[in-house]
């Protein structure tokens, strides 16, 4: 009963819910402006993503005739509920320890690729060419980037030891880096940390990785005939995914607290998130342009992958 309670109160609640909601579309609002700022524009309010969210809330759902409409209008509920899900199973560093039963890396390779998924549904739903072209370009690039990140996780895992499914605890991780300090600071595990970095901007599709939505090709391509209520839930889909992607590389790499008071440490886990997203959302997006569908695929095998797949060599030699 307890692991009910616990799981529903950070399902609706916290860590997921209500506050990865809000720190999603904060954190859409900061990265906006900081990208304004850096282009030398003025750039929109920090709370314009939640008033775009609040608008479209309001207007009217157009469903293509020809789209498939239960499929149509299935996708964003699938994204929006397994990015929340995945919020909710995140532990954080010295306030929330996790779900019981679901603190486990091989769970959040279950729950990862959702979002994705729930994208490459409505693209194929929708039946528009160019939601076609989305879908199987949001396919591409999540097999790319999924290779540096499955390797990432062996590397921690391997790097942290224990046995059998400990190795994969997201507590026996962050318990580890108490004791041994982050593994940001760890030579061994830096190729790992970069390899991470570089998978935030890949599936959140931010700069060189803006290519499944490219609106100058094709025109948002999934999303495209999205509208109302369902392109909000898509919206409110990657704010949180935004959240969630961020404090996975906060949980393998960098979980510590600044001690025993749970809202410092709660600050301080909200900086580091803000601080990775502007390092590797922001600046990508305001600094560089997109790479072709290959150019992307290849850059995650060519360059991405070694980087995790060098970490996992080497914490498999010292183990």
Partial sequence: MTSFFEATFAMLIFP???????????????????????QRRVGPPLYQPALDVLKLTVKETLIPHTANELAFKLAPVLGLSGVLLTAAVMPIGGVWNGVTGMKDLLVLLY????????????????SSPYGA???????????????????SFLAVAV?????????????SIINYQM???????????????????????????????DIPEAEPEVIEGPLLEYSGPLLAMFQLMSAVKLVVVVELVVALF????????VLVNLVWHLFKCLALMLVAVTVFRASTGRLRLEQGFTFFVKYTSPLALASLG??????
């Fill in 254 to 261: 960098m979980p510590n607290g600044l001690g025993g008071n």
């Fill in 111 to 126: 729950l990862l690729p959702l979002p994705a998924m729930a994208l490459m549904i409505a693209g194929s739903a929708s």
């Fill in 16 to 38: 997921g819910g209500l506050f990865a909601l809000a720190a999603g579309l904060m954190l859409k609002g900061v990265d906006r402006k900081a990208v304004a700022r850096l």
């Fill in 179 to 209: 004791a041994h300090g982050p593994m940001i600071f760890d030579p061994i595990m830096l190729p790992a940390f970069i390899a991470m970095l570089l998978f935030i901007p890949g599936t959140m599709g931010a700069g060189l990785f």
């Fill in 133 to 151: 072209l989305g879908f199987s370009r949001e396919m591409v690039v999540m097999f790319a980037y999924e290779m540096p990140l499955i390797a």
């Fill in 159 to 171: 790097r942290v030891g224990g046995t059998g499914g400990s190795m994969f605890a997201l507590d």
């Fill in 314 to 319: 080497l914490a498999y030699m010292l183990r």
